[in-house]
């Protein structure tokens, strides 16, 4: 087990809040970036959490992202639009999508929305889920520096690819957050800092040759999900959130480790109504009977229940709530660190 603290949801966002003004962010964009922060780790998603304020304040602090800079929408239709992220925070121009996409959804029963001259959004759920929060059917993408090798070969050459689905429903959302790769980054990331293995099929070295220890791999290239399968979406995914947004992918995309040019990211969001093609209350009951059908499906030996996806996260999120945020003991010392450095205050822990 990995040993951690607990911190009170409130603390913890003003917290990440104060250390990413302090690094050179506006009020504005702190706030939208620690709330998707925060977000992760309530709903027990730590690696996309608290744990990226390192990667965010030294991005920060090299220029590689404006921290006052806010998106605007450069070109649209009434179906489309094209967010320019001006280099900024991720979070807020993602935030942005969501509202344009939502109205235009509204209007038009089917809405897409890219992203592009922007940095990483990190968890790509928060922006699906409040589309379904918001009665739409929502799809969210996003692409970065290559971490992943090619079906067949051994370099990366793609980037996690991860997308996101979300579906309105009579409680918490269908939420479905998943990487195009066999393992997230920040879960090999986390995996090689505490020393640990992972399975076969995970990855290669930097020769190429397969391995299970994430440390190689970290320095080698994760593999996708699935061979083939993982590989043609993921290259769906690239290219409707590089290309079509005017946008890096793959090689071009440099990453916050990278000394030298680098291309900005893209990301792509996609929103339905449910409204535009019946009644939204039939869509939502004739889902749940399917859950239901689902849920009292014979079940696996060891299997308590069968979960849909988001109910868990909605779980975990209200028990944290009650009980305060988990974090990671080694997360914690190492934004101890940062904090002191900015002279920010670490909130109180348990």
């Given at each position: 087990?990995?040993?951690?603290?607990?911190?009170?949801?409130?603390?913890?966002?003003?917290?990440?809040e104060?250390?990413?003004?302090?690094?050179?962010a506006?009020?504005?964009?702190?706030?939208?970036?620690?709330?998707i922060?925060?977000?992760?780790d309530?709903?027990?998603?730590g690696?996309?959490?608290?744990?990226?304020?390192?990667?965010v304040?030294?991005s920060?602090?090299?220029?590689?992202?404006?921290?006052?800079?806010?998106?605007?929408?450069?070109?649209?239709?009434?179906?489309?639009?094209?967010?320019?992220?001006?280099?900024?925070?991720?979070q807020p121009?993602?935030?942005?999508?969501?509202?344009?996409?939502?109205?235009?959804?509204?209007?038009?029963?089917?809405?897409?929305?890219?992203?592009?001259?922007?940095?990483?959004?990190?968890?790509?759920?928060?922006?699906?889920?409040r589309?379904?929060?918001?009665?739409?059917?929502?799809?969210?993408?996003?692409?970065?520096?290559?971490?992943?090798?090619?079906?067949?070969?051994?370099?990366?050459?793609?980037?996690?690819n991860?997308?996101?689905?979300?579906?309105?429903?009579?409680?918490?959302?269908?939420?479905h957050?998943?990487?195009?790769?066999?393992?997230?980054?920040?879960?090999?990331?986390?995996?090689?800092?505490?020393?640990?293995?992972?399975?076969?099929?995970?990855g290669?070295?930097?020769?190429?040759?397969?391995t299970?220890?994430?440390?190689?791999?970290?320095?080698?290239?994760?593999?996708?999900?699935?061979?083939?399968?993982?590989?043609?979406?993921s290259?769906?995914?690239?290219?409707?959130?590089g290309?079509?947004?005017?946008?890096?992918?793959?090689?071009?995309?440099?990453?916050?480790?990278h000394?030298?040019?680098?291309?900005?990211?893209?990301?792509?969001?996609?929103?339905?109504?449910?409204?535009?093609?019946?009644?939204?209350?039939?869509?939502?009951?004739?889902s749940?009977?399917?859950?239901?059908?689902?849920?009292?499906?014979?079940?696996?030996?060891?299997?308590?229940?069968?979960?849909?996806?988001?109910?868990?996260?909605?779980?975990?999120?209200r028990?944290?709530?009650?009980?305060?945020?988990?974090?990671?003991?080694?997360?914690?010392?190492?934004?101890?660190?940062?904090?002191?450095?900015?002279?920010?205050?670490?909130?109180?822990?348990?």
């Open positions: 087990m990995r040993p951690t603290v607990r911190v009170e949801e409130s603390g913890l966002l003003r917290f990440a104060r250390l990413l003004v302090a690094a050179g506006s009020p504005e964009n702190a706030r939208a970036a620690a709330e922060f925060v977000e992760a309530l709903k027990g998603v690696p996309q959490g608290v744990d990226y304020l390192y990667y304040v030294d920060l602090k090299r220029g590689l992202i404006d921290g006052r800079a806010r998106p605007r929408i450069a070109r649209e239709t009434p179906s489309t639009a094209l967010i320019d992220g001006q280099r900024g925070f991720g121009a993602a935030l942005l999508a969501v509202d344009v996409a939502t109205a235009k959804a509204r209007a038009t029963g089917s809405a897409a929305v890219v992203i592009g001259n922007s940095t990483d959004i990190f968890m790509i759920g928060a922006y699906a889920e589309l379904a929060a918001n009665g739409l059917i929502g799809l969210v993408m996003t692409s970065g520096p290559p971490l992943v090798h090619p079906h067949g070969g051994t370099e990366r050459m793609m980037s996690t991860p997308l996101a689905f979300a579906f309105p429903r009579a409680g918490d959302p269908f939420v957050d998943m990487a195009t790769s066999a393992y997230s980054s920040s879960r090999v990331r986390q995996a090689a800092y505490h020393g640990e293995q992972l399975p076969p099929g995970s290669v070295g930097a020769d190429g040759a397969p299970t220890d994430a440390a190689t791999i970290r320095k080698g290239a994760i593999a996708p999900m699935a061979e083939h399968r993982g590989f043609g979406l290259l769906a995914v690239a290219l409707l959130c290309p079509l947004s005017g946008s890096g992918v793959g090689p071009d995309l440099g990453g916050w480790q000394d030298g040019e680098t291309e900005p990211q893209g990301h792509f969001v996609q929103a339905w109504d449910p409204a535009a093609f019946g009644d939204p209350a039939e869509f939502i009951r004739r749940e009977r399917y859950f239901a059908q689902i849920k009292n499906s014979r079940k696996a030996p060891g299997v308590a229940e069968i979960r849909i996806p988001g109910e868990r996260a909605a779980q975990v999120r028990a944290q709530r009650e009980d305060g945020i988990e974090v990671l003991s080694a997360t914690w010392t190492k934004l101890a660190g940062y904090a002191k450095d900015l002279g920010v205050a670490m909130p109180q822990a348990r």
